[in-house]
């Protein structure tokens, strides 16, 4: 399945060690867009984890897995993130991009047009 949404929140990076040796993982929050947006919680494992894209504001396209478990009769649902790569431009790309076209526009105010 396929996700693109914008990073909302980084949860610290946990690690440890088990049965298949040493693990990490990231968990982040993401925002989906549209009239009812939605927050999504998605576990990035191991090597997946690249913190170049992993910057607040960043839209991000997400494959992931599905997957839930049961525990002590009730269940538990992981979306697991198997490749994340940028999508489009960053919040703070576009907020430097629209301040960069105002001063252009602010510099042409005086070209003799009376409107």
Known sequence: MQL???????????????????????????ETDGQYSK?????????????????????????????S???NNKWYTDIKAWKIEL???????LIEEEGSMNMEINSHEDDGLPF
Do not use: C, M
């Open 69 to 71: 478990r049961e525990y």
């Open 87 to 93: 999508s489009g431009t960053s919040t703070k790309e």
């Open 4 to 30: 693109t949404a914008k990073l909302i929140q980084l949860l610290p990076i946990q690690s440890g060690s088990g049965k298949n040796g040493e693990w990490k993982k990231q968990d982040i929050i993401v």
């Open 39 to 67: 927050k999504i919680f998605v576990s990035i494992w191991g090597d997946k984890i690249n913190d170049s894209h992993l910057q607040i504001g960043n839209n991000l396209k997400i494959d992931f897995d599905i997957e």
